[in-house]
T-cell receptor, first 115, second 113 residues
């Protein structure tokens, strides 16, 4: 069973379109994340939700809107796609603990190509 | 200047050699240090997790943290071709999920048979 799953795995679309990426985790975690990994492999956090509440919101264009219907799902909707949005988007999840390891489990990634 | 610096490589070593990876950082608030391994077209997976300064060993992997120098290392002994991957360091100022992880750019490692 896949712990953190993302759909679709590949997404090719035209500039200006709106698209969504879905993420689901079956680990019982309470925190989920979206990361963007650019062509140079640099992994940067975009958003984090804890129990459906937004806790981290980096400087991301407001064309990107995360939605968490429940703590097992965190979807990412992107409006008016631009060439610079081309990247691999990773979803991750963790269990919040006050002390100790907050290991984040990553999904397989969604490779977005904007033409 | 990025908060976390990591040489992107590639680092090519023969099978059986020791792989030495490192990261430097500028934020003295970082206390929790991690190494992730990422195979091509896969998501990162956690290899090692350490708190504050010191060493931690897990099988062929050893992680070292030197907070005074703001420098962390990962050593892989008896390297295997299956160790070929990109290794990302990550660090956080908090132990819980409220502390965002700051990643290095990743070092690509190639272990040749």
């Amino acid at each position: 069973d896949t712990a953190v799953s993302q759909t679709p795995k590949y997404l090719v679309t035209q500039m200006g379109n709106d698209k969504s990426i879905k993420c689901e985790q079956n680990l019982g975690h309470d925190t989920m994340y979206w990361y963007k990994q650019d062509s140079k492999k640099f992994l940067k956090i975009m958003f984090s939700y804890n129990n459906k509440e937004l806790i981290i919101n980096e400087t991301v264009p407001n064309r990107f809107s995360p939605k968490s219907p429940d703590k097992a799902h965190l979807n990412l909707h992107i409006n008016s796609l631009e060439l610079g949005d081309s990247a691999v988007y990773f979803c991750a999840s963790s269990l919040r603990e006050r002390e100790g390891n907050n290991e984040q489990f990553f999904g397989p990634g969604t490779r977005l190509t904007v033409l | 200047q990025k908060e976390v610096e990591q040489d992107p490589g590639p680092l090519s070593v023969p099978e059986g050699a020791i792989v030495s990876l490192n990261c430097t950082y500028s934020n003295s608030a970082f206390q929790y240090f991690m190494w992730y391994r990422q195979y091509s077209r896969k998501g990162p997976e956690l290899l090692m997790y350490t708190y504050s300064s010191g060493n931690k060993e897990d099988g062929r992997f050893t992680a070292q943290v030197d907070k005074s120098s703001k420098y962390i290392s990962l050593f892989i002994r008896d390297s295997q071709p299956s160790d070929s991957a990109t290794y990302l360091c990550a660090m956080s100022a908090r132990p819980d999920s409220w502390g965002k992880l700051q990643f290095g750019a990743g070092t690509q490692v190639v272990v040749t048979p």
